[in-house]
C-alpha cells in the first residue's frame, strides 16, 4: 500500500457477548498487528473493552457513550478524519489499517453506509471487510430475537462461530452452520476458540461489495442513503436502546470475596439470565487487591474469571457494566449489595 492508497478498514461486529473483545485481544498483541488502529465502540456510559485489549494505547480509540449505528455515527467521521490527520503530521504511531469494533447492538447498515459514502471517509479509508462473531450457544435464540443479529449475519464476508467447544452435540453446530448459510451463502464459515483466529482474517479483503450478499442487503444500504434516523423510542438517553433495552454500571469501592462474586454472578444468571444481554466488568477482589478480575457473562452463561496484572489507569474499583432488557437497575445493586454482606462472603473458593 502506498502513501496515497486508501486505508482498509476491517469491521468487526457481532452480536452482545459473542467473543469479539477476546478475538481482539489476542491480536493486538500479534506483531503482524502494530501497525493497526482499533477503534472500539461500546453502548453506554462507561467503557470497558479498550481497557482489556493490550496494546499502544495511542493506536485504540475509545468511542463509548452511544451506539454506533446513530448517535455516535458522526463521531465516527471525525475520529477516522482525526486518526488520518494525526497520522499524517507525525503525532501518533503511523498505521496501515483499521479495526473497527462495534457494540453488540449495532445495526451494521448505517456503519456500512458511512464508510462508503461519506466524503469525509472515502477519501482516505476504503471499507475492506466485514467479519462477523457468532455464539454458538445463544446465538439461535439471539437470531430470533434481535433483527440488529440477523444483519450482522446477512452482510458478513466472514463468520466466525465461537464457544463450539462449549457445545457438546455436533449436530447443533451443523445446524448453526446451515442456517447461517441461509442467511448469509456468500460467507466464509470459520471456528474460534478462546478467540483463537488466523490474525489474517482481519486482514485480507479489497474493497466491500454488498452486491454478493443479496437484495435484502442492498435494499437496508438503500434506505440509508434516505432516511438516517435511528430510533431509541421516546428517550433521546444513549443509554437506552429502544424502549426495553438498557445499560447501566455498578460501581463499589470495597473489595469483595470470590465466594460473593461467584455467588452473585450466579444469582443474577439464574434468576434473571434470559434478560441479561451482557455482563462485563473489572472486581476488586479481596485475594489480591493489585490485579482486577475479568468478569463476563451472557445470558445464563458464566465464563472463568481471570486477572490482569494492574488496574487500568490506576483506578482500584468494582465496574460492571450491564446491558439488560427489563431488569431494574435498583434490583441489580441490591443483589449485589445484599450478596457481598451475606455468609457467601465467607465462602473460599
Known amino acids: 500500500m502506498t502513501i496515497s492508497d486508501p486505508i482498509p478498514v476491517t469491521v468487526l461486529t457481532g452480536f452482545l457477548g459473542s467473543g469479539k473483545t477476546t478475538i481482539l485481544s489476542r491480536l493486538v498483541s500479534h506483531p503482524k498487528f502494530i501497525d493497526t488502529a482499533v477503534i472500539v465502540n461500546e453502548f453506554g456510559d462507561v467503557g470497558l473493552d479498550h481497557v482489556l485489549l493490550e496494546a499502544a494505547e495511542e493506536n485504540i480509540i475509545d468511542l463509548s457513550c452511544g ?68 455464539d454458538a450457544i445463544n446465538g439461535m435464540e439471539t437470531l430470533s430475537s434481535y433483527p440488529e443479529a440477523v444483519k450482522q449475519v446477512a452482510v458478513a464476508d466472514d463468520l466466525v462461530i465461537t464457544k463450539t467447544d462449549l457445545v457438546k452435540d455436533n449436530e447443533i453446530i451443523e445446524s448453526l452452520e446451515s442456517h447461517l448459510a441461509e442467511i448469509n451463502p456468500s460467507a466464509e464459515i470459520t471456528f474460534c476458540i478462546n478467540g483463537t483466529i488466523d490474525f489474517t482474517l482481519l486482514f485480507v479483503g479489497g474493497l466491500y461489495d454488498p452486491n454478493g450478499k443479496g437484495n435484502e442487503v ?30 447501566f454500571t455498578l460501581i463499589r469501592k470495597d473489595p469483595v470475596s470470590r465466594g460473593a462474586l461467584g455467588a452473585f454472578m450466579q444469582m443474577l444468571a439464574d434468576q434473571k439470565g434470559d434478560k441479561l444481554l451482557r455482563l462485563k466488568g473489572l472486581v476488586l477482589l479481596s485475594d489480591g487487591l493489585d490485579r482486577p478480575a475479568v468478569v463476563h457473562g451472557i445470558q445464563h ?23 439488560v432488557r427489563d431488569i431494574d437497575q435498583s434490583w441489580v445493586s441490591d443483589l449485589w449489595d445484599r450478596v457481598v454482606c451475606s455468609a457467601y462472603a465467607d465462602i473460599v473458593v
Open 218 to 247: 442492498n435494499n437496508w444500504l438503500s434506505q440509508e442513503g434516505t432516511h438516517r434516523d435511528h430510533v431509541h423510542g421516546s428517550n433521546p438517553d444513549t443509554n437506552r436502546h429502544g424502549s426495553d433495552i438498557q445499560t
Open 301 to 323: 452463561v458464566i465464563h472463568p474469571i481471570r486477572r490482569l496484572d494492574a488496574w487500568p489507569g490506576g483506578v482500584s474499583e468494582t465496574r460492571l457494566v450491564l446491558v
Open 67 to 134: 451506539c454506533i449505528c446513530c448517535t455516535i455515527r458522526g463521531d465516527l467521521v471525525s475520529t477516522l478524519v482525526d486518526l488520518y490527520e494525526r497520522r499524517e503530521a507525525g503525532e501518533i504511531r503511523s498505521f496501515q489499517r483499521v479495526v473497527l469494533e462495534t457494540t453488540g447492538l449495532a445495526d451494521p447498515a448505517p456503519i456500512i453506509h458511512t464508510l462508503m459514502q461519506d466524503p469525509l471517509v472515502f477519501e482516505h479509508y476504503r471499507l475492506a471487510r466485514m467479519v462477523t462473531t457468532f
